[in-house]
């Protein structure tokens, strides 16, 4: 290993005992974007060695503290103190230069530039001559994913790596300027289980190199793994802070959406039915095989499993958007056979998608016409559009679905992300399914909208739908399900009753270890 | 159940009063544009106000407009036909073959219809059957079904038309209206029920914002596709009839570089070229905006070319006018 990570000659930092000094201060910090103060005189401290989760729901101000920290906005009052010295960034090189470092949400990575080409773009270590040094670069980028624990060779193309790996990359290219200050925004929203446990191996690698580092996420199992300090945000402004294993989830969650919030995952007694929908053997030329599994009337099956062990592909089969290419479908004791996402609507089987802007929604037209596109032929007459027809079913679901929006008629992209599955979820009950399958229903959805749609999720349970909710989050799973069936390798690795639900045994039936 | 407040937010069907959304709209611009031309011409020519030149005016934009109807649909949905001047072509050779061999008008148009049709299968099953994008297999096509017209006349021209043909390019309606301009008027409404009423119509416009979110929505997206390629093959079809029988000849140069005004109207009309969205009634200001300019210079004795340059300047201002009136103000 050589190279950025090791030229900052400090001494490893022993566990520290007392407050030691921060690396980083930001002291009154207030950001304010025309009509709105973005963040309000703001103190955060960063420690050594540490790490220090940035916790909030969306819109209360992560986003910009990450701007400002990495140099693309300059707050309008506060100051910002790198071991004790203030300092200001005038833009994001003022920002690398000082030592801060972040890792996205989304990194850009070039899908056709080289694994080392991605890490130091921009930054590219010259020769004598001013001309790029590709051994240098190759060697370092080769150190640095050493440091990883990863074995990419950095002269492939990016295109050949799968997520997992590209992630590694994005986070070598974070590491390749000399930085001591670590930001990390939501490194885990596209990681399974088993890429953040590799994921937290590497920021304990930091924290002994004495770096400090702000974490910022969602989950909260995952930041009592990992941090040793809290600060949450709500509406601009850090309302608390503190230590963490010492701190209740309770009290971080009354924090962040600043009320109690009883139970996060109510599960309602639902009286379980009749079988609904029957799968049997259904197999994927590639992505899964001899599935099957029965689901009844008012029953919600979770289904778990790592990225990439074919449970989106299965709810594409099952919605008939890709082809099974064998097995059979048994709806209510009718065969049906499924040929496009077209056949499964009219079966009653509807798909709500994991990315909802790619494939849910189309963004530039009105919420309404959103609403009503699986339903037209209802709404229209002989084939003409009645658009009155289509504003009365989108109000009918916007009311029931508490859809926040100006108007019915704005286009659906101007909506927050929570309010943007509300229109996706309410356009398939348009069309009055019978199972209606959730591929990950809140991914990036802010605490608060997610309470509504597992609130909503049980409420259509209760009514007699019968769900498949796909989720990679454990609580979630655990919360809702009534059974679990966790998928590996595109196998069935697992049907569990919810009295036999617990993380450790659907985590071991995902992972294989025995 | 969930803890957000239970009262019942009311949401508006629409912002904003209907008048104040069509005022804001591209559609209008243009109108303003077209009717600027036509003072500006009519006060620089003397001749310009008489109703029978501006009926011929009419011609130059009339079978234009009608294969510009139907390339809208396709662009909203997001793809391009390029080889309509070609299909044109083909047609018209094919018509004109027969004719020599004594077939009579009804026979004619049929085959010219049939040929449009056809060539727009083709096109079709390419890019909706082979996944093909259109802007190659359409630029491919384009060589191959002129060149076909050119294997068959060589410097030949076809020009044995029956007289009853004349009609579809020659005739009047009523008064100074011609057919052409007649069936024009029809056509655009049909397709402005077509595209603005119906539900293939919001169909296309669904495929052409996201394919995925469409086809994830049941919408059968390569039929829809396939649709529309036959419908702007058929389209070529029958501006083929008009432009034959108006010319009453056919020589394999016919309608040459025609796809680039056809486009270029569809953009003038405020068809957006990412596909998406866009207005029937935008194509028709577009086709009298392009049909005013070329009868007023052509008025004022300017040349052939210095018209094609116009026509370039009138595409690239069309499409950078948006984006800079966007720019300015994202900068306020």
Not at chain 1, 363 to 390: C, V, W, Y
């Amino acid at each position: 290993m050589n190279g950025a990570m090791q030229t900052h000659n400090r001494p490893p930092h022993p566990a520290p005992l007392e407050d030691p000094a921060p690396i980083l201060e930001m002291r009154g910090i207030s950001q304010i974007f025309p009509g709105v103060k973005a963040l309000d005189t703001v103190d955060i401290k960063l420690f050594p060695g540490e790490v220090t989760a940035l916790i909030g729901e969306n819109g209360a101000g992560k986003s910009t503290l990450v701007k400002i920290l990495t140099g693309i906005y300059r707050p309008n009052e506060g100051e910002i103190l790198i071991d004790g010295q203030a300092v200001s960034f005038a833009n994001a090189q003022a920002a690398i230069d000082a030592g801060v470092t972040a890792i996205h949400q989304e990194t850009v990575l070039f899908d056709d530039l080289t694994v080392g080409e991605n890490i130091f773009l921009g930054h590219a270590p010259r020769t004598r001559f001013g001309m790029i040094d590709w051994r240098e670069i190759n060697n370092r980028s080769l150190g640095l994913l050493q440091a990883l624990e990863s074995e990419i060779d950095p002269t492939i193309r990016l295109r050949d790596l799968s997520i997992a790996q590209r992630h590694l990359v994005a986070i070598a290219r974070a590491l390749s300027v000399e930085a001591r200050i670590v930001i990390m925004d939501e490194p885990t929203a596209a990681l399974s289980r088993k890429e953040i446990d590799d994921l937290f191996r590497i920021i304990e690698g930091l924290k002994r190199q004495g770096k400090a580092i702000l974490f910022i996420s969602h989950k909260f199992d995952e930041v009592y793994e990992i941090a040793e300090n809290f600060v949450v945000f709500r509406d601009g402004r850090a309302v608390g802070h503190g230590k963490l294993p010492e701190t209740p989830q309770q009290d971080i969650v009354r924090l962040m959406v600043g009320r109690d919030v009883k139970d996060v995952f109510p599960k309602v007694k639902v009286e379980i039915g009749a079988p609904v929908l029957r799968v049997e053997g259904f197999t994927h030329p590639t992505e899964f095989r001899d599935i099957f599994f029965e689901l009844r009337r008012g029953e919600i099956l979770g289904v778990y499993g790592l990225i990439g062990a074919g449970r989106s592909e299965l709810c594409q089969a099952l919605f008939g958007v890709t082809r099974a290419s064998a097995g059979r479908l048994v709806l209510e004791d009718t065969p049906i056979s499924i040929g496009s996402s077209g056949d499964a609507i009219r079966a009653g089987i509807v798909y709500v998608p994991e990315e909802r802007g790619r494939h849910g929604l189309a963004l530039p037209m009105p919420i309404f016409q959103n609403m009503s596109l699986p339903s037209l032929s209802r709404t229209s007459r002989g084939g003409f559009l009645k658009a009155a027809n289509e504003l009365a079913l989108a109000r009918k679901y916007a009311e029931r679905l508490d859809l926040r929006a100006a108007a019915l008629s704005v286009p659906v992209g101007t909506l927050s992300g929570g309010n943007q599955q509300k229109v996706v979820i309410g356009k398939w009950l348009a069309t009055k399914p019978k199972v209606i399958i959730l591929d990950e229903p809140t991914k990036g959805i802010d605490i608060g909208s997610k309470a509504a749609v597992h609130g909503f999720i049980g409420e259509l349970a209760s009514e007699g739908l019968s769900i498949i909710m796909v989720s990679s989050e454990l609580p979630e799973i655990l919360g809702m399900s009534d059974r679990v069936m966790v998928m590996r390798e595109g196998l069935a690795a697992g049907m569990f009753d919810r009295e036999q639900l617990s993380a450790e045994t659907l985590v071991r039936a995902a992972t294989g270890n025995a | 159940m969930s803890d957000v407040t239970n009262t019942k937010r009311v949401i508006p069907d629409r912002l904003g009063t209907k008048a104040s959304r069509i005022l804001a709209s591209w559609e209008v611009l243009l109108f303003a544009v077209a009717v600027a031309i036509f003072v500006f011409n009519a006060l620089a020519s003397p001749y310009f106000l008489d109703v029978w030149n501006l009926s011929d005016a009419t011609f130059n934009f009339t079978e234009k407009a009608m294969i510009a109807f139907a390339m809208a649909l396709l662009v909203i949905a997001g793809e391009i036909d390029l080889s309509v001047a070609a299909i044109i072509a083909l047609a018209s050779t094919a018509m004109g073959g027969a004719a020599q061999m004594g077939i009579g008008t009804a026979g004619l148009v049929a085959i010219g219809l049939g040929v449009g049709l056809a060539c727009g299968a083709v096109n079709g099953l390419l890019v909706s059957g082979l996944k093909l994008p259109s802007i190659v297999v359409t630029i491919g096509t384009m060589s191959l079904f002129r060149g076909i017209s050119y294997i068959v006349l060589g410097d030949q021209a076809y020009g044995k038309y029956p007289e009853s043909f004349a009609f579809f390019g020659q005739g009047y309606v009523v008064w100074a209206f011609s057919f052409e301009f007649v069936l024009f008027a029809a056509l655009a409404i049909v397709f402005a029920i077509l595209l603005h009423a119906t539900n293939f119509g919001r169909q296309i416009f669904v495929i052409g914002n996201n394919e995925f979110a469409a086809r994830f929505s049941g919408i059968p997206v390569e039929r829809v596709k396939f649709i529309l390629f036959l419908l702007t093959g058929l389209m070529s079809g029958v501006a083929a009839v008009c432009l034959t029988s108006r010319l009453g000849s056919t020589r394999p140069s016919i309608a040459q570089g025609w796809e680039l005004e056809v486009v270029t109207m569809v953009v003038l009309g405020g068809i957006s070229i990412l596909g998406g969205a866009g207005t029937i009634g935008g194509v028709v200001i577009a086709a009298f905006v392009m049909g005013l300019v070329t009868f007023g210079l052509g008025l004022l004795n300017v040349p052939g070319i210095v018209m094609s340059i116009f026509v370039g300047l009138l595409l690239i201002i069309t499409i950078a006018v948006p984006i800079i009136g966007r720019r300015i103000r994202e900068m306020r």
